[in-house]
Nanobody, 116 residues
Framework: QGQLVESGGGLVQPGGSLRLSCAAA????????MGWYRQAPGKQRELVAT???????DYTDSVKGRFTISRDNARNTAYLQMNSLKAEDTAVYYC??????????WGQGTQVTVSS
């Protein structure tokens, strides 16, 4: 029913920037809370940032001041702008759309590698 497709990942040097995009289809996008998660090798999946249907945002402490989550309801797309990237940010990043337990969707993940 619902599909999320991430893009924008890749290899970047420390201190660099990337913008991830999450394009949604098959859902009433404006009603969903959106989130970005990441999973690094040997670690649990971690919530990075969320933006509610009302556009309230929250961030995990390690990315505050560096990452910005946003959404464009007209384009059914959520974004994660990542600045001042560190090696510790290296992970697979996943997009999530959540309305309820019956309406919860994940993207396939996109690799972000921060390395010189």
């Amino acid at each position: 029913q619902g599909q999320l497709v991430e893009s924008g990942g890749g290899l970047v040097q420390p201190g660099g920037s990337l913008r991830l995009s999450c394009a949604a289809a098959g859902i009433t996008f404006r009603l969903y809370n959106m989130g970005w998660y990441r999973q690094a090798p040997g670690k649990q999946r971690e919530l990075v940032a969320t933006i509610t249907r009302g556009a309230n945002t929250d961030y995990t402490d390690s990315v505050k001041g560096r990452f910005t989550i946003s959404r464009d309801n007209a384009r059914n797309t959520a974004y994660l702008q990542m600045n001042s990237l560190k090696a510790e940010d290296t992970a697979v990043y996943y997009c999530n759309a959540h309305l309820s337990s019956d309406h919860n969707y994940w993207g396939q993940g996109t690799q972000v590698t921060v390395s010189s």
